[in-house]
């Protein structure tokens, strides 16, 4: 029986889910209601409300997933090395934007996702300053932080201009050029180079 019940919610979150991103399709975050997703989901409010209490924690929801797959491929990226070849790393990061443009794209146009890309950029600068072999070969672990916060961020908004056609180059080239610019950055503050 339990495993029933967990497959049925399950279902019905995916349900919801879908039905949001359907909506948002064609209407901003802000416009979609609770009626409008029950009724596209074709469920009752009740189960609505057994899953969410809102539409902005599907929307929440979804971008957790997101943020939560892209951790995951975070970390089974190597660590050695990092600071001097961050290619891996960002790679991982623009694999995952390359492979949800569509609805990425989406959730920056009907609303903003901010909140998404700021625990992207935590999570990547965290990844960088957890190469502790290399972070301690830092004369200034301060400068090292505004180093890195700079070129994270840098990245992190091209990819969002990139997902939002702002930029026509390929994500990969982007990958490229900032893997070599953080490197060369990075380097500069090295005890021994």
């Not at 997101?66 to 960002?90: C, F, G, R, W, Y």
């Not at 026509?168 to 050029?177: V, Y």
Request: aromatic share 6%; glycine share 4%; proline share 3%.
């Amino acid at each position: 029986m339990e495993k029933k019940r967990n497959r049925n919610a399950v279902r019905s979150e995916n349900m919801i889910t879908q039905a949001y991103i359907g909506l948002l399709q064609e209407l901003p975050a802000e416009r979609i209601t609770v009626t409008a997703i029950v009724k596209r989901a074709e469920l009752n409010r009740s189960t609505f409300y057994a899953h969410f209490g809102c539409p902005e924690d599907v929307h929440r929801m979804l971008e957790q997933r997101i943020a939560d797959e892209l951790l995951e491929s975070i970390n089974q990226v190597d660590l050695k090395n990092t600071m001097k070849n961050p290619k891996p790393l960002l790679a991982v990061v623009s694999e995952l934007i390359e492979s949800r443009r569509s609805f990425l794209k989406l959730m920056f146009e009907r609303n903003s996702s901010l909140g998404w890309l700021d625990r992207i950029s935590d999570a990547v600068l965290n990844k960088f300053l957890s190469d502790t072999e290399n972070v301690a070969q830092y004369k200034d672990r301060d400068e090292l932080t505004v180093k890195l916060r700079f070129f994270v961020g840098g990245y992190i908004s091209l990819c969002r201009d990139y997902i939002v056609n702002k930029i026509s180059t390929p994500i990969s080239e982007l990958t490229d050029i900032l893997s070599e610019t953080i490197a060369g950055g990075l380097r500069e503050g090295m005890t021994d180079r």
